[in-house]
């Protein structure tokens, strides 16, 4: 076995991690056994053991790898959630892009057959700027923020934050530290706030300390940050924040009518786009 030809400025460590980058996506490695331990890497490839090891260790930093004391590496298996962040209303659950995010997440989890839990905290603080823009307010206003951090199988999975003007919070149970009872949307509607639409934004970055701390995700793992701003016929409601860890989740998008299909189908394995033969 060789390492596939790069460009120039390749090294030979990252050609070589490219190359296990496709092992992995055609299925050669399974989570319940070891990869081949760096002395049979090397003489599979033809390669020095430091790069192997420069090879391996860019993999384990993406997340794809973990090094087990004493009993090898193997592949860092985080099954993927697809959350439909908008779709057309379809059966057995019909709902649209403002269904209450936390009934949305419960039945997805459902369906996939795992456990949803959620940490629930409540903060008054100051608006950063991009969340005063998008609200209407100065920046450094004070905001009232609803956390939910969101475990699946006790995996962390998400962290979203719900910002809301003080004023339109004020004496509502959204000051409560606790989650509201038909959903913070049953608040709105109540208030008269009734969100009819809303504008996604989704950017990918690192995490912060913090971030990565929480997410427990390897150094090289990016968020997906998903960014919606709902609006009723008066102007913007809330900012709704929401932070995934790239390697465990997918957003899913329904566009245009799909009233012919009874299901949203899970799209097939995605292909890797590091492939050792990519020019």
């Not at 390749?10 to 092992?23: E, F, G, T, V």
């Not at 930093?61 to 057309?88: I, M, W």
């Not at 969340?131 to 920046?139: F, N, Q, S």
């Amino acid at each position: 076995m060789t390492i596939p030809r790069g460009t120039a400025q390749s090294p030979k460590y990252q050609r070589l991690a490219a190359d296990l980058r496709r092992r992995i996506a055609e299925g050669e490695f399974t989570t319940d056994a070891a990869l081949p331990v760096e002395s049979e890497l090397e003489r599979q490839y033809g390669v020095a053991r430091n790069t192997v090891r420069l090879a391996v260790d860019v993999l384990v930093n993406e997340g794809r790898l973990v090094r087990l004391q004493g009993k090898g590496t193997y592949l860092r298996e985080h099954p993927v959630l697809d959350h439909h962040a908008y779709g057309p209303t379809l059966p057995p659950a019909p709902r649209d892009c403002l269904a209450a995010p936390s009934d949305v997440y419960l039945g997805e989890a459902a369906e996939a057959g795992r456990e949803l839990s959620t940490e629930f905290e409540m903060m008054i603080v100051r608006a950063r700027v991009d969340i005063a823009e998008r609200l209407g307010l100065r920046p450094g206003e004070t905001i009232v923020v609803r956390r939910q951090l969101r475990l699946l199988d006790r995996e962390p999975y998400s962290i979203e934050e719900s910002h809301y003007r003080a004023g339109l919070a004020a004496g509502t149970p959204l000051m409560e530290p606790d989650p509201v009872e038909g959903g913070d949307e049953a608040v709105l509607a109540a208030l008269g706030r009734t969100e009819i639409g809303a504008v996604d934004h989704l950017v990918a970055r690192m995490p912060g300390p913090e971030e990565a701390q929480w997410f427990q995700g390897g150094p090289g793992v990016p968020l997906v940050v998903q960014t919606r701003v709902t609006y009723d016929r008066r102007g913007p409601v809330r900012v709704i924040e929401t932070r995934y860890s790239a390697d465990r989740s997918r957003l899913v998008y329904g566009i245009g009518d799909l009233s012919a299909r009874t299901t949203l189908p899970a799209p097939a394995t995605p292909v890797d786009p590091a492939r050792a033969d990519a020019p």
